[in-house]
Structure formats: structure tokens, C-alpha cells
């Protein structure tokens, strides 16, 4: 099946700690986007890549960081520059990047401690 | 940066009753699109408008793209507990500089009583 896989669902880490969340698409999408979701906030753009080794910062970008070195992959790094690391993590692909019609993952949740 | 101001922030309603939702914006968007998501999943897309005016069903939704270009509304009628889920509406800005991003409303939290 195609679709957007996140790896992990649940991760813990102290403080100080980088963190990496992984993100791997099989739908051949150009595409690809990381948000962040805070309770009762809306989906918020932390970094976005239109095609391989080429990404651009979103509206959150300071404390994270990120790589497209595969068309399929797109990982989040949350570097301990991040001063309030604690949220629901979203990736999300696109055919393009002209399309609003998101695919997104069943997100991972980062607790840092 | 763009805002969206969606409308309500949540709704408690019995299962069989219609809903309505809105999102308004002070800029003008191109794509209006609305989303829903799970407890503990990420958003599915319901609906994506592309003209002012437009008037899309999908089963029991039915969305609007409002005529002044900043606004959309969203209903859900004969409601079912599976209907419960929070849902956003999100516009896409095809102006130059804008790189095509898309602002997200705060989101509306439906929950269906059986």
C-alpha cells in the first residue's frame, strides 16, 4: 500500500538531547513537508523540501534541521537548540508543491523530559 | 503572515444533526482545502475547492469556496459518531513569494453524542 510511514510513534528524551524522526514515502511524491501540532494550535510548517537536496525553511525552523538526500526520505532533526521540543510531529508529501492536497503520516509524538 | 480564524473552536452535538463550520481570512487564498483528523492519527483530506464559488459534496459533506475568495465553510449532515475527530480548514496562497504554502486554521473539535 502507498503511503507515508513515521518511525516512532512515542519517543522520550531528555533534555539536550537531538532527536531524529524519520519519515519515509512510497508514493513517488516531489514533495515533502515537516509540521508541528501543539494542543489546540493548528498545523504549523517547520521545514519543506520541493525536490532531492533542495529544502526550505517554514515558519518554525530555528531548532531543527533537515536532509532530502532520497526522493523518499525526509528526516527531522530536533536539536537541543529547540526550546520547547515537547509536540506532535507531522510529515506530509505532496505530488508537488503547487498541491494543498496533503498526505500525511500517523505522526510521532516527542515527550523530552 | 497569513491567519485563519476558524469557527467553532469545538461543537458537542447528537448524533443525526447537521454541523456547520467556517474558516475567514483577511487575505485572499486560491485553494481551500479541509481536513480532518483522528484521536492520535494525522489529518485525512476531505474536500479541496479550487474556484471562487465552488460548491463540492463528498457523501454527507458538502464545502463551499466563498465568492470573496476569504472565506470557505464546511458541513457535515446526519452526523455519526464516527464523524468525531477534530477538523481543519487550511488555504493555499499561489501569489508570488508565497511558495505555495498553506496556513492552517486552529482547528474545530466535533464531538458526536450516539
Known amino acids: 500500500d502507498g503511503g507515508i510511514t513515521q518511525s516512532p510513534k512515542y519517543l522520550f528524551r531528555k533534555e539536550g538531547q537531538n532527536v531524529t524522526l524519520s519519515c519515509e514515502q512510497n508514493?513517488?511524491?516531489?514533495?515533502m513537508y515537516w509540521y508541528r501540532q501543539d494542543p489546540g494550535q493548528g498545523l504549523r510548517l517547520i521545514y519543506y523540501s520541493q525536490i532531492v537536496n533542495d529544502f526550505q525553511k517554514g515558519d518554525i525552523a530555528e531548532g531543527y534541521s533537515v536532509s532530502r538526500e532520497k526522493k523518499e526520505s525526509f528526516p527531522l532533526t530536533v536539536t537541543s537548540a529547540q526550546k520547547n521540543p515537547t509536540a506532535f510531529y507531522l510529515c506530509?508529501?505532496?505530488?508537488?508543491?503547487?498541491?494543498?492536497?496533503?498526505?500525511f503520516g500517523e505522526g510521532s509524538r516527542l515527550t523530552v523530559l | 503572515g497569513q491567519q485563519l480564524n476558524q469557527s467553532p473552536q469545538s461543537m458537542f452535538i447528537q448524533e443525526g444533526e447537521d454541523v456547520s463550520m467556517n474558516c475567514t481570512s483577511s487575505s485572499i487564498f486560491n485553494t481551500w482545502l479541509w481536513y480532518k483528523q483522528d484521536p492520535g492519527e494525522g489529518p485525512v483530506l476531505l474536500i479541496a475547492l479550487y474556484k471562487a464559488g465552488e460548491l463540492t459534496s463528498n457523501g454527507r459533506l458538502t464545502a463551499q469556496f466563498g465568492t470573496t475568495r476569504k472565506d470557505s465553510f464546511l458541513n457535515i449532515s446526519a452526523s455519526i459518531p464516527s464523524d468525531v475527530g477534530i477538523y481543519f480548514c487550511a488555504g493555499q496562497d499561489h501569489s508570488g513569494g508565497s511558495n505555495y504554502k498553506l496556513t492552517f486554521g486552529k482547528g474545530t473539535l466535533l464531538t458526536v453524542n450516539p
Open positions: 508514493l513517488n511524491h516531489d514533495a
Open positions: 506530509a508529501s505532496s505530488q508537488v508543491v503547487i498541491s494543498g492536497e496533503l498526505f
